[in-house]
């Protein structure tokens, strides 16, 4: 009889499979950027077709960080947490400026309140910057043409608020389930395939602020223009 695997043993499995295709990927895109940088006979066709082929890429380069870090959902950590003092401004503009392509590309402007002389607080900075991305990731993919509200309204606590319209009370009720957050954001363009994520984002930022003792919960932002999160990084 076949059952599930005990917990520790599928995060093992999420891991691997997370390194193995990654492995492949890379070799794939190094390919890929060889091909455009030195190959100048390339037709315009060529051209194109390799340029989708890059987007593709860092497109499943994106499924596959949530893949690897979907063993947090679940708030019990899979590994060890490595605890460093950090302090939640820092933490926050860096997950900005990693998603500032993104933020561009979808014309968002974020307008972040982050006070300088917020004292620091101890976790895994790496992780928890990670939760935060997922986080304004989310917010950004559902505010295109708008703006995105982050707010630090503790040394370890932070509220990120969309203006990408109101959403049901039943639907915030469940949006920390895997796949939910998947359709409250708007096809980039029509007829797009919504390739981007996978739909784990924020649960594995819930998850992973739970690691620490933290939490998160939603609600309509003021107004009732968005979705409002509020999170605890560290208890």
């Known amino acids: 009889m ?9 995060d093992v499995i999420l891991t691997r499979a997370g390194h193995d295709l990654r492995g492949e990927l890379a070799t794939m895109v190094t390919g890929v950027h060889y091909l455009m940088r030195y190959e100048s006979n390339l037709g315009e066709t060529a051209k194109q077709m390799l340029e989708r082929v890059d987007g593709a890429g860092k497109r499943l380069s994106r499924l596959l960080d ?15 947490l490595v605890v460093e003092p950090f302090r939640i401004g820092p933490l926050v503009e860096g997950a900005i400026s990693r998603l500032s392509n993104t933020i561009a590309q979808r014309g968002v402007t974020v307008e972040a309140d982050l006070p300088a002389d917020l004292a620091e ?5 790496e992780l928890l910057g990670k939760a935060v991305e997922h986080l304004l990731d989310f917010a950004v993919a559902r505010s295109p043409g708008r703006a995105v509200h982050v707010r630090a309204t503790g040394p370890a606590a932070l509220s990120v608020a969309d203006e990408g319209g109101p959403v049901d009370d039943a639907v915030i009720a469940r949006l920390f389930v895997p796949f939910v957050e998947k359709d409250l954001i708007p096809r980039p363009e029509p007829g797009a395939r919504r390739r981007e994520r996978l739909g784990l984002g924020l649960a594995i930022a819930r998850g992973i602020f739970a690691a620490h003792g933290g939490g998160m919960s939603a609600s309509l932002a003021p107004g009732g223009g968005g979705i409002a999160l509020s999170c605890t990084l560290v208890g």
């Open 121 to 125: 607080r101890t976790g895994d900075a």
């Open 2 to 10: 076949c059952t599930d695997p005990p917990m520790a043993e599928a």
């Open 66 to 80: 949530e893949l690897e870090l979907a063993a947090w959902i679940d708030g019990r950590p899979p590994g060890a």
